[in-house]
């Protein structure tokens, strides 16, 4: 499961989100390709592999949620798993333009786990929703964007397996909570990290975007500064636990 979003230009967030049962072990990562970058690895499975999230040096940060047509510890024992693509986003990317090519090319050419990767960067983002083979490219052009565990431009055959109304009600809850900060004035000064938490931290409704119960529970929550190249992370719900910065 998981909440992510993005403030244009200025932040990426997400609240990741893990089934009862399911391995909730991650670990802070850094590392080097022709960028040094940063990030989490999570291991809700021994097939895991790659970054659930991270930034560069450059200020390209990209992030995932889960969307495919079996559970994701069945995926991934005939699927790569996405966090290999995002990890080489991040090794490679300095702009917007590289990192979809390099999505692009690995998109056409691997079997990959489904789900929504959005990349943000200084200068915009665009959100890439995928189920193999098929997949979609949204620009990103509004102040706001929020993505869950279902598709708002990707047509697939069939059912997910995923619980689309708690999707839904999560995305319009993080989707709503944003816009109206962003629409109490401009919203690359209205937002920071504190802020952020807060949201990542709501317990209103069915269906509230800090879980803490029924199926699935948050586990962690990172918010990436793009311009500042720094990561705020707390591997607890964001309503409880005290963020840990990491700069590059």
Request: net charge neutral; hydrophobic share 40%.
């Amino acid at each position: 499961m998981c909440t992510l979003g993005a403030i244009d230009g200025k932040f990426l967030f997400k609240n990741r989100d893990m089934d009862l049962g399911a391995g909730i072990a991650e670990d802070v990562m850094q590392g080097h390709g022709r960028l040094r970058f940063m990030g989490i690895a999570g291991h809700a499975s021994p097939l895991e592999r790659g970054l659930n999230s991270g930034i560069n040096e450059a200020g390209v940060a990209a992030a995932m949620t889960f969307a495919d047509v079996e559970p994701l510890t069945e995926m991934l024992k005939t699927r790569t798993p996405r966090g290999v693509l995002i990890e080489k986003i991040l090794r490679n990317a300095r702009d917007l333009e590289t990192a979809l090519r390099i999505a692009g090319d690995f998109l056409h050419t691997t079997p990959l786990v489904g789900g929504n990767i959005v990349i943000m960067t200084p200068a915009g983002g665009a959100v890439v929703e995928q189920l193999y083979p098929r997949y979609a490219v949204e620009m990103i052009k509004q102040p706001v964007t929020v993505r869950t565990n279902h598709f708002l431009n990707l047509t697939v055959p069939g059912k997910l397996a995923v619980n689309e109304r708690n999707s839904r009600s999560r995305f319009d809850k993080c989707g709503n909570l944003l816009t109206a900060i962003a629409e109490s004035g401009n919203a690359g000064e209205q937002f920071d990290a504190e802020i952020i938490g807060r949201v990542l931290s709501n317990h209103e409704d069915r269906h509230p975007i800090c879980r803490h119960g029924g199926r699935a529970v948050t586990v962690s929550a990172v918010i990436y500064d793009i311009h500042n190249r720094v990561m705020h992370y707390t591997h607890e719900q964001p309503c409880q636990g005290k963020f840990v910065h990491y700069t590059l």
